[in-house]
């Protein structure tokens, strides 16, 4: 799943954020954080996915959500998912229940991490995004929708129970 979005101000400018989320285990596994909304941007965070979870083309067993940004519907990205075979799903026009996990994830990143935060430069809120989602939220931060495991120990758990 992929999202766009306006994530914070800095006294150097807006910074914005793509995340691309696993449903089944909550977990970030690709993102990427650019001072504007081109679709390079979202490019690389789904770059990152399919280097996190080894891809290969999928024959149509993946489906990616996302809104209907600019950078989703673009050449670049779409033709990125039909390199992969990934089956493209976009929110209807208006409704971000469509989309609730990554609201959802949006919303905890801004109220229980930037919300004290006030960022001088980009470099700052760079590295204190990059700290939160790979240090705290894939790997401590407890969800309720996995037992209160955080998304790493669930994938942990799930391994362990197909390998026994």
């Known amino acids: ?3 766009r979005h306006q994530l914070c101000v800095t006294d ?6 793509a995340v691309i989320l696993d449903l089944y285990s909550r977990r970030v596994i690709g993102w990427s954080i650019a001072d504007n909304l081109r ?3 979202a490019v690389a965070a789904l770059e990152m996915a399919i280097l996190q979870r080894r891809l290969q083309p999928t ?3 993946l489906t990616h959500h996302s809104d209907r940004g600019v950078q989703y519907a673009s050449k670049l990205y779409q033709g990125k998912l039909a390199a992969y075979q990934m089956k493209c799903s976009m929110s209807r026009k208006g ?3 469509d989309n609730a996990v990554v609201e959802s994830f949006f919303h905890t990143l801004k109220t ?3 919300s004290f935060f006030k960022f001088e430069t980009r470099t700052q809120a760079r590295q204190t995004i990059f ?3 790979e240090v705290f939220y894939n790997r401590q931060r407890r969800h309720s929708t996995l037992g209160y495991l955080s998304p790493v120990q669930f994938e942990d758990l799930k391994k362990e129970a197909q390998a026994a």
Do not use: D, K, R
Not at 12 to 17: A, F, N, P, T, V
């Open 95 to 97: 409704n971000c229940w």
């Open 131 to 133: 700290e939160w989602i």
């Open 1 to 3: 799943m992929g999202w």
């Open 112 to 114: 229980e991490h930037l």
């Open 39 to 41: 679709a390079e941007m």
């Open 59 to 61: 024959n149509g067993s």
């Open 12 to 17: 150097e400018g807006w910074l914005y954020l």
